[in-house]
Nanobody, 125 residues
Framework: QVQLVESGGGLVQPGGSLRLSCTTS????????IGWFRQAPGKEREGVSC????????YYADSVTGRFTISRDNTKNTVYLQMNRLRPDDTAVYYC??????????????????WGRGTQVTVSS
């Protein structure tokens, strides 16, 4: 297992942008596919996006397609989630998670074995 650490959350106005980062407190992310998930109060955890080890395969939830971009820099041991045109319903705690295999197009939380503690994203005017 790998210990994950998220950063970059905060308060932003609707229409604004944030970039989340996911890295490790030890070890390397390079061997893992990485997923971003979010959970809003009173709602189930939702898959947002995931990326393969090489970065060549990415998946997005319909709700964020065209607004969010996942990427990774394996030289920096970091995976990013660029979030643009944020909306109030994007408000949630965002988690990154690691999988030792490449999830398929129907990827879900069950594909990922290691999780970070999350970072809060609040979209509000």
């Amino acid at each position: 297992q790998v210990q994950l650490v998220e950063s970059g959350g905060g308060l932003v106005q609707p229409g604004g942008s944030l970039r989340l980062s996911c890295t490790t407190s030890g070890g390397t992310l390079n061997y893992y596919s990485i997923g971003w998930f979010r959970q809003a109060p009173g709602k189930e955890r939702e898959g947002v996006s995931c990326i393969s080890r090489s970065g060549g395969i990415t998946y997005y939830a319909d709700s964020v397609t065209g607004r969010f971009t996942i990427s990774r820099d394996n030289t920096k041991n970091t995976v990013y989630l660029q979030m643009n045109r944020l909306r109030p319903d994007d408000t949630a705690v965002y988690y990154c998670a690691a999988s030792g295999s490449l999830p398929g197009s129907r990827w879900s939380a069950g594909d990922f074995g290691s999780w970070g503690r999350g970072t809060q994203v609040t979209v509000s005017s």
